[in-house]
């Protein structure tokens, strides 16, 4: 996939980020005690304590990662004109791809987030210090993040009556995983010819395709910023813009609802989010929305796509199903198999009812 076409961060949560529970904000009752001492003097206390403590909280609501990085840590120069916005949705999930099979999917799930704060980004044509605090987390506990900064260039065009500012930049990446990680980064800022840049709000959404506008993070397995067939891309974790399908299977046994939502792409295949799969199996009820629990691949365009949901607790003794050979033509055979938390089958079902909206 072109670094073009995607110019366009989990569920796992351990709190580090607390709220302010200061038991000092409820006002105290006035003192109603009988002073019964012995000494002479007369206890008129009568405490009337309100607490004027008017803290608002100015913690952000997002949960970070414990080890995630201080917004302090990022690099940049207060006198750049461009400057990014980055709020408690700046969290992204990695793109389901054709190139790996549903268990690969599976197992390169990861999230990204970029901690909230203002930072600065140069607009003008040149190489730069840069860097942003950004953390991920894996499918398997683990996590990295961004260490002080990293090199970035900026490219300057006009098109169609619009100016484009263009920053790549590449990240180290470290933390209790394995191996080397690259943070390889594009930011896309876009104006109307001739006014100045507004801010690029990193909130979660999704890239433009088409303008080149937007955030685009790619995760390479190794400090080098080299492709891997382990590379991640990552966009949003769900984007309500874009088209959601709905595909119903029933089968010997229960049926299952898989909500697919479906970007847009100029060439390749589109961006995508599986993000919920809901039905009933063997006479139990499930609804799955965990994007930790729900794995996804597709095939060119989509043209067929093959899910699999793993359930909160296993329904008997199946712990997932797998959902393969979905095509929204209705020329493929779709097939359901029960599977073990890690997607091994064993077994299937008969399918008796195949519909998409």
Known sequence: MHRFILLSLLALSTACDPKDN???????????DTDTD??????????TDTDTDTDTDTDTDVELWS???DPATAVGDPTWEGSADVGDGALYCVLPTENLTLEGNYTSKAQLRVVPGAYTLPLEAGTYDLGLPVCLAFADGTGVATNG?????????????ADLARITMLEGLTGDAAGAYSLDTTFGVTTPEGTAFS???LDGGAPDPFTSGGYNPIVHPNATGDWDVRTRMFNA????????????????????????????????????????????????????????????????????RHFAVIFD???????????????????????????ACDLVASGSRTVTDVAYE
């Open 22 to 32: 200061d038991p000092d904000d409820t006002a105290e009752p006035a003192d109603t």
């Open 38 to 47: 012995s000494d002479t003097d007369t206890d008129t206390d009568t405490d």
């Open 67 to 69: 080890w995630c990085p």
């Open 149 to 161: 900064g990293g090199s970035a260039t900026v490219q300057r065009t006009s098109y169609d009556g």
């Open 199 to 201: 801010p690029l709000v």
């Open 237 to 304: 974790c769900s984007e309500p813009d874009w088209r959601l399908d709905k595909h119903t299977i029933t089968f010997d046994g229960g049926e299952i609802e898989l909500h697919l939502q479906i970007g847009e792409s100029m060439a390749s295949t589109e961006p995508s989010a599986f993000v919920r799969a809901t039905g009933t199996l063997d006479g139990t009820a499930f609804d799955q929305g965990d994007y930790w629990k729900l794995a996804y691949q597709p095939e060119h365009h989509h043209f067929v």
């Open 313 to 339: 607790a296993p329904i008997g003794d199946i712990c997932a199903l797998r959902v393969e050979g979905v095509d929204p033509y209705g020329d493929s055979t779709v097939t359901v198999r029960p599977a």
